[in-house]
């Protein structure tokens, strides 16, 4: 049972770099999010994708682009990396929308990136 | 998230001893969720709460919702090691902003001493 796939799991990038952030459920929910995690702060929205080929900025959308490249696919973009993007990366997926209005998310392992 | 406040932040306890953890919500919940985090590791879901009195366990783990306080407590009786993480409590509110998403509390970091 794969579930939610992040990849890489660990990344070091200079400021100003770019890379994107893969993450696949197999789960055949219509819902994706994107979540950084940062000490004392808890899990903040970045992105999500309601259903397959819609995106909506979550509470700190700056610095990200995202891509719902099918039902399975959810990318998280940084187009010029900052230090204040170290972060670790939580990719989530519930069938919201789909069999029910109230459904948990289902989380990846995470990214841990590093912005040097 | 100040929408969504846990109370304590962290907590010390020694073995076999019981706890609990308040997740307090600043709006009408539609939703609340219990999740479980190890170091280094993706959120595990433990529960889900929508109903005013609802309760609902999990091994030694028991969630309460109160409607009228707005309010969720995770409990657990006889802690044991395997219990240390962080516990985040995630809710989802009625209206135009339900579009599945969760809002999350800033997480309690339990310790469980031999």
């Known amino acids: 049972n794969a579930g939610v796939t992040q990849t890489p799991k660990f990344q070091v990038l200079k400021t100003g770099q770019s890379m994107t952030l893969q993450c696949a459920q197999d789960?055949?929910?219509?819902?994706m999010y994107w979540y950084r995690q940062d000490p004392g702060m808890g899990l903040r929205l970045i992105y999500y994708s309601a259903s397959e080929g819609t995106t909506d900025k979550g509470e700190v959308p700056n610095g990200y682009n995202v891509s719902r490249l099918n039902k399975r696919e959810f990318s998280l973009r940084l187009e010029s990396a900052a230090p204040s993007q170290t972060s670790v990366y939580f990719c989530?997926?519930?069938?919201?929308?789909?069999?029910?209005?109230?459904?948990?998310?289902?989380f990846g392992n995470g990214t841990r990136l590093t912005v040097t | 998230s100040q929408e969504l406040e846990q109370s304590p932040q962290s907590l010390i306890v020694q073995e076999g001893k019981n706890l609990t953890i308040n997740c307090t919500s600043s709006?009408?919940?539609?939703?609340l969720y219990w999740y479980k985090q190890k170091y280094g590791e993706g959120l595990i879901f433990l529960m889900m709460l929508q109903k005013g009195g609802e309760e609902k366990s999990h091994e030694k783990i028991t969630a309460k919702l109160d409607e009228k306080k707005q309010q969720s407590s995770l409990h657990i009786t006889a802690s044991q090691p395997s219990h240390a993480g962080i516990y985040l409590c995630?809710?989802?509110?009625?209206?135009?902003?339900?579009?599945?998403?969760?809002?999350f509390g800033q997480g309690t970091t339990l310790q469980v001493k031999p």
């Open positions: 989530a997926s519930s069938e919201f929308g789909g069999s029910s209005y109230n459904s948990p998310l289902h």
């Open positions: 789960m055949n929910h219509n819902s």
């Open positions: 709006k009408t919940l539609y939703g």
């Open positions: 995630g809710a989802s509110w009625r209206g135009s902003g339900n579009t599945g998403k969760l809002i």
